[in-house]
Nanobody, 125 residues
Framework: QVQLVESGGGLVQAGGSLRLSCAVS??????VGWFRQTLGTEREFVAA????????IYADSVQGRFTISRDNTKNTAYLQMRSLKSEDTAVYYC????????????????????WGQGTEVTVSS
């Protein structure tokens, strides 16, 4: 059984930074994705990273501001968020998928088999 626990969310002023963590327990995992969701909207892809960290993909809205990384020795993935904007306010979720890196499906929520409970990020303007 795979379990994911996100942490690091909170309240930050626009222009500030936060680092989210996703601790994964269970069998080896490969692709890690970060998504976000606001009330009444669909879950939105933010970023993803391959098992060996050789490949990353970002949503256009966060490209250049967010950095996804992972430490496989700690079974933890991270999302470093900089230059935060009010529109980044959301609940952030991490998700994992065993198996190969499939860039054509990375942005799809149904590509992932396991999800965390989410951590809330609020950016005040």
């Amino acid at each position: 059984q795979v379990q994911l626990v996100e942490s690091g969310g909170g309240l930050v002023q626009a222009g500030g930074s936060l680092r989210l963590s996703c601790a994964v327990s269970g069998p080896n995992f490969s692709t890690v994705g970060w998504f976000r969701q606001t009330l009444g909207t669909e879950r939105e892809f933010v970023a993803a990273i391959s098992g060996g960290s050789s490949s990353t993909i970002y949503a256009d809205s966060v490209q250049g501001r967010f950095t996804i990384s992972r430490d496989n020795t700690k079974n933890t993935a991270y999302l470093q968020m900089r230059s935060l904007k009010s529109e980044d306010t959301a609940v952030y979720y991490c998700a994992v998928r065993p198996g190969p890196w499939l860039p054509t499906r990375i942005r799809l929520t149904d590509h992932y088999g396991y999800w965390g409970q989410g951590t809330e990020v609020t950016v005040s303007s």
